[in-house]
C-alpha cells in the first residue's frame, strides 16, 4: 500500500488507518482542524464527547473519522454500526457524502434517509446493508416502527446539531430512537450553543462525557480596526459567481482568497483564470521551488490573486495585499483574525470578504462575538452594479489616458469621422469599443438569486411571499408548534427559519410557510406522519397569497 502524501502527515499523527489518512490527503486536506485536533485521539478511546462547534469547523470529520476507523475489514453484517441524527435533510446528505468521501478506500456503505426521498430506495438500501445511517429523527423514527431499520448493532450515535434538533420538536422522536439503540454505545453530542435543554439531554445520554469547545477564543490583542469586514450568505452553487463579481466591483490591486482544501484551491484558481482574472494557487502539494516562483509573481504584479490555504499562507507578508477574502468561512474565530490580520498593517486600510452558506450563519455570529467587530452583510453586486462598475472603470482608463497625453497620432481619426458624424457620438463610439474590449459587456449574465438568511445578529430583512398550510390536526391531538416545525422541516428543504406563523386550535392548524415551496411540503407531509398520525394537508383556501416582511 502506497504512503500518504506529505501534506496529510498531521493527519497520520492522529494514529488513523491509512486509507482514511490517503483519502484526506487527496481531498486536499492539509492539517486537522482544532475540533478535529482535540475530538479524535478522544473518540478513539471510546469516549462519549459533548462539543460544542458550529458550521464549518470541520466537526463532522471530526466524528466520521473514528466511525470509519472501527470498520472491520472484509465483510461485514447488513446492520449499521453508526447512526447520525441530523435536523435537516440537507444536512443528511451533506454529512452522509462527506462520510462516503472518507471511507470509500474502505468501501464504507452510507446512507442518508430523510423525507421527501421515495422510502423504497431506502429500504432496498438497508436491505442490501449498511454500515453508517445518516438520517433525520422522523425518517429514522419511521424505519424503526416498519422495522426495516434496526439498532442493534450500533455501535456510535451522533446527535449532530442538538440544539437545532430540539428547537424542532425532535425531543420525543430523539427519546425513541436511543431507547431503541444498544445502553453501551458510544454516544457523541455536537452543538454551536449549549443552553440548559442541551446540557439536560447530554445528562440524559452520554455516560462521563469528555467536554471539547471550539470557536470561542478571544479576539487578537491589537485587532484590525482599519479592515473592513464585510460578508455575503450565498449557496454553495453561485459561491465562484459571487467571488467574480464581487472582484470586479472591488477590484483589489492584490488580494489572498481562502479555501479550506488543497484540491478547492486548485478548482477554483483555474476557475478564476479560465474567467480572465491573473491567480495562482499555494497549498502544500507544491514544492518549496513552485511556491517562490508564485510569491515572486505576485509580488513582481503579474498576478493579482493568491488562492491558498491556511498551512500554505503562514508567514506571508505581502506589502501590497489590500484583500482576503474567505471563499469558506474559518473553521474557528483564531483563524479568521490571523487572515484578515494580513490587511491594514502598517496603518494601511485593507478590506476582510467572507462568502457564507446560509446554514453558516453561527459561525459568522462566533466570529463577530470573538473580535468584538460587526461583520456588514453585503447584497451580492447584480448585473447594474457590476455594469456600473465596468463603466467606471473605462472612464477611469480614459480619463488616465487623456492626462498622459501623446494621442496625436489618432487625430487624423477622430477629424475624418467628425467630418461625417457629430463628434460626441465619434466619442461614444470609441469609448463602447474601449468598454468591451475590456470585458465590459454583461448583457449574458444574470443576477444571482438571493440565499434564504437567518434572522438574529448577523443579518438584514428581506420580503419573501408566505402561504398559510391547513393541517387536519391540532390541540386535541396533542400538536404543538415544534411538532409542525419538527416535520416540515424534517420532510422538505426548508429550515426553521423559514416557517412563519403558526396558530393551532383544537381540529386543525395553520402555518405559514413561503409559497414557492407549498406543493412540496404538501407532497413530502402527504408521506409520513405528525405526532404518529396520518393528517390532511392542503393550502389554506381562506387565505390569499401575501408578502410578508421577515427580519
Given at each position: 500500500?502506497?504512503?500518504?502524501?506529505?501534506?496529510?502527515?498531521?493527519?497520520?499523527?492522529?494514529?488513523?488507518?491509512?486509507?482514511?489518512?490517503?483519502?484526506?490527503?487527496?481531498?486536499?486536506?492539509?492539517?486537522?482542524?482544532?475540533?478535529?485536533?482535540?475530538?479524535?485521539?478522544?473518540?478513539?478511546?471510546?469516549?462519549?464527547?459533548?462539543?460544542?462547534?458550529?458550521?464549518?469547523?470541520?466537526?463532522?470529520?471530526?466524528?466520521?473519522?473514528?466511525?470509519?476507523?472501527?470498520?472491520?475489514?472484509?465483510?461485514?453484517?447488513?446492520?449499521?454500526?453508526?447512526?447520525?441524527?441530523?435536523?435537516?435533510?440537507?444536512l443528511a446528505i451533506q454529512v452522509s457524502e462527506a462520510v462516503h468521501r472518507y471511507g470509500r478506500d474502505m468501501r464504507a456503505r452510507v446512507l442518508p434517509i430523510y423525507g421527501g426521498q421515495p422510502i423504497v430506495r431506502q429500504l432496498r438500501a438497508l436491505t442490501s446493508g449498511v454500515d453508517v445511517v445518516v438520517g433525520t429523527p422522523g425518517r429514522v423514527l419511521d424505519h424503526l416502527n416498519r422495522r426495516s431499520l434496526t439498532l442493534d448493532h450500533v455501535e456510535t450515535v451522533v446527535l449532530d446539531e442538538a440544539d437545532e434538533m430540539?428547537?424542532?420538536?425532535?425531543?420525543?422522536?430523539?427519546?425513541?430512537?436511543?431507547?431503541?439503540?444498544?445502553?453501551?454505545?458510544?454516544?457523541?453530542?455536537?452543538?454551536?450553543?449549549?443552553?440548559?435543554?442541551?446540557?439536560?439531554?447530554?445528562?440524559?445520554?452520554?455516560?462521563?462525557?469528555?467536554?471539547?469547545?471550539?470557536?470561542?477564543?478571544?479576539?487578537?490583542?491589537?485587532?484590525?480596526?482599519?479592515?473592513?469586514?464585510?460578508?455575503?450568505?450565498?449557496?454553495?452553487?453561485?459561491?465562484?459567481?459571487?467571488?467574480?463579481?464581487?472582484?470586479?466591483?472591488?477590484?483589489?490591486?492584490?488580494?489572498?482568497?481562502?479555501?479550506?482544501?488543497?484540491?478547492?484551491?486548485?478548482?477554483?484558481?483555474?476557475?478564476?483564470?479560465?474567467?480572465?482574472?491573473?491567480?495562482?494557487?499555494?497549498?502544500?502539494?507544491?514544492?518549496?521551488?513552485?511556491?517562490?516562483?508564485?510569491?515572486?509573481?505576485?509580488?513582481?504584479?503579474?498576478?493579482?490573486?493568491?488562492?491558498?490555504?491556511?498551512?500554505?499562507?503562514?508567514?506571508?507578508?505581502?506589502?501590497?495585499?489590500?484583500?482576503?477574502?474567505?471563499?469558506?468561512?474559518?473553521?474557528?474565530?483564531?483563524?479568521?483574525?490571523?487572515?484578515?490580520?494580513?490587511?491594514?498593517?502598517?496603518?494601511?486600510?485593507?478590506?476582510?470578504?467572507?462568502?457564507?452558506?446560509?446554514?453558516?450563519?453561527?459561525?459568522?455570529?462566533?466570529?463577530?462575538?470573538?473580535?468584538?467587530?460587526?461583520?456588514?452583510?453585503?447584497?451580492?453586486?447584480?448585473?447594474?452594479?457590476?455594469?456600473?462598475?465596468?463603466?467606471?472603470?473605462?472612464?477611469?482608463?480614459?480619463?488616465?489616458?487623456?492626462?498622459?497625453?501623446?494621442?496625436?497620432?489618432?487625430?487624423?481619426?477622430?477629424?475624418?469621422?467628425?467630418?461625417?458624424?457629430?463628434?460626441?457620438?465619434?466619442?461614444?463610439?470609441?469609448?463602447?469599443?474601449?468598454?468591451?474590449?475590456?470585458?465590459?459587456?454583461?448583457?449574458?449574465?444574470?443576477?444571482?438569486?438571493?440565499?434564504?438568511?437567518?434572522?438574529?445578529?448577523?443579518?438584514?430583512?428581506?420580503?419573501?411571499?408566505?402561504?398559510?398550510?391547513?393541517?387536519?390536526?391540532?390541540?386535541?391531538?396533542?400538536?404543538?408548534?415544534?411538532?409542525?416545525?419538527?416535520?416540515?422541516?424534517?420532510?422538505?428543504?426548508?429550515?426553521?427559519?423559514?416557517?412563519?406563523?403558526?396558530?393551532?386550535?383544537?381540529?386543525?392548524?395553520?402555518?405559514?410557510?413561503?409559497?414557492?415551496?407549498?406543493?412540496?411540503?404538501?407532497?413530502?407531509?402527504?408521506?409520513?406522519?405528525?405526532?404518529?398520525?396520518?393528517?390532511?394537508?392542503?393550502?389554506?383556501?381562506?387565505?390569499?397569497?401575501?408578502?410578508?416582511?421577515?427580519?
Amino acid at each position: 500500500m502506497s504512503e500518504p502524501p506529505a501534506t496529510a502527515e498531521e493527519f497520520s499523527r492522529l494514529a488513523l488507518r491509512p486509507e482514511l489518512v490517503r483519502a484526506l490527503a487527496e481531498l486536499g486536506y492539509e492539517e486537522p482542524t482544532p475540533i478535529q485536533r482535540e475530538a479524535i485521539p478522544l473518540l478513539l478511546q471510546g469516549r462519549d464527547l459533548m462539543g460544542q462547534a458550529a458550521t464549518g469547523t470541520g466537526k463532522t470529520a471530526a466524528f466520521a473519522l473514528p466511525i470509519l476507523q472501527r470498520l472491520p475489514e472484509g465483510d461485514r453484517r447488513t446492520a449499521p454500526r453508526a447512526l447520525v441524527l441530523v435536523p435537516t435533510r440537507e444536512l443528511a446528505i451533506q454529512v452522509s457524502e462527506a462520510v462516503h468521501r472518507y471511507g470509500r478506500d474502505m468501501r464504507a456503505r452510507v446512507l442518508p434517509i430523510y423525507g421527501g426521498q421515495p422510502i423504497v430506495r431506502q429500504l432496498r438500501a438497508l436491505t442490501s446493508g449498511v454500515d453508517v445511517v445518516v438520517g433525520t429523527p422522523g425518517r429514522v423514527l419511521d424505519h424503526l416502527n416498519r422495522r426495516s431499520l434496526t439498532l442493534d448493532h450500533v455501535e456510535t450515535v451522533v446527535l449532530d446539531e442538538a440544539d437545532e434538533m430540539l428547537d424542532m420538536g425532535f425531543a420525543e422522536d430523539l427519546e425513541a430512537i436511543m431507547a431503541a439503540s444498544p445502553v453501551d454505545r458510544q454516544t457523541l453530542l455536537f452543538s454551536a450553543t449549549i443552553p440548559a435543554r442541551v446540557e439536560k439531554l447530554a445528562r440524559r445520554y452520554l455516560r462521563d462525557p469528555v467536554s471539547v469547545q471550539v470557536g470561542r477564543g478571544p479576539a487578537t490583542p491589537g485587532g484590525t480596526p482599519l479592515v473592513r469586514q464585510t460578508a455575503y450568505v450565498v449557496a454553495r452553487a453561485h459561491k465562484p459567481a459571487t467571488l467574480g463579481r464581487i472582484l470586479d466591483v472591488e477590484s483589489p490591486t492584490a488580494a489572498i482568497v481562502f479555501c479550506r482544501t488543497r484540491d478547492e484551491v486548485d478548482r477554483l484558481t483555474e476557475t478564476l483564470n479560465g474567467r480572465g482574472y491573473r491567480a495562482e494557487a499555494l497549498h502544500g502539494g507544491m514544492t518549496q521551488d513552485q511556491r517562490d516562483r508564485v510569491m515572486g509573481r505576485l509580488r513582481a504584479g503579474t498576478a493579482e490573486l493568491l488562492v491558498a490555504t491556511d498551512v500554505a499562507a503562514r508567514g506571508l507578508d505581502i506589502d501590497q495585499l489590500t484583500h482576503v477574502i474567505n471563499y469558506d468561512v474559518p473553521s474557528d474565530p483564531e483563524s479568521y483574525v490571523h487572515r484578515i490580520g494580513r490587511v491594514g498593517r502598517a496603518g494601511r486600510s485593507g478590506v476582510a470578504i467572507t462568502l457564507a452558506e446560509p446554514r453558516e450563519h453561527r459561525m459568522l455570529k462566533s466570529i463577530e462575538r470573538a473580535t468584538r467587530q460587526r461583520l456588514h452583510l453585503e447584497t451580492v453586486p447584480t448585473v447594474a452594479d457590476l455594469r456600473a462598475r465596468r463603466l467606471e472603470t473605462t472612464r477611469a482608463a480614459i480619463h488616465e489616458n487623456l492626462l498622459a497625453g501623446d494621442l496625436d497620432g489618432f487625430r487624423v481619426v477622430v477629424e475624418t469621422l467628425a467630418a461625417e458624424f457629430d463628434v460626441l457620438e465619434v466619442a461614444l463610439a470609441a469609448v463602447q469599443l474601449a468598454h468591451e474590449s475590456s470585458g465590459g459587456s454583461a448583457a449574458d449574465e444574470g443576477d444571482i438569486p438571493e440565499a434564504t438568511e437567518p434572522t438574529g445578529g448577523v443579518g438584514r430583512k428581506s420580503t419573501a411571499t408566505m402561504a398559510r398550510l391547513f393541517i387536519g390536526a391540532g390541540r386535541s391531538a396533542g400538536i404543538r408548534p415544534q411538532d409542525l416545525v419538527g416535520a416540515i422541516a424534517g420532510e422538505s428543504r426548508l429550515t426553521g427559519r423559514d416557517i412563519g406563523s403558526i396558530e393551532i386550535s383544537d381540529r386543525f392548524s395553520l402555518v405559514e410557510i413561503p409559497d414557492a415551496a407549498v406543493d412540496e411540503v404538501i407532497k413530502a407531509l402527504r408521506g409520513t406522519t405528525i405526532k404518529g398520525k396520518k393528517a390532511v394537508i392542503r393550502r389554506d383556501r381562506a387565505q390569499a397569497k401575501r408578502p410578508r416582511s421577515r427580519s
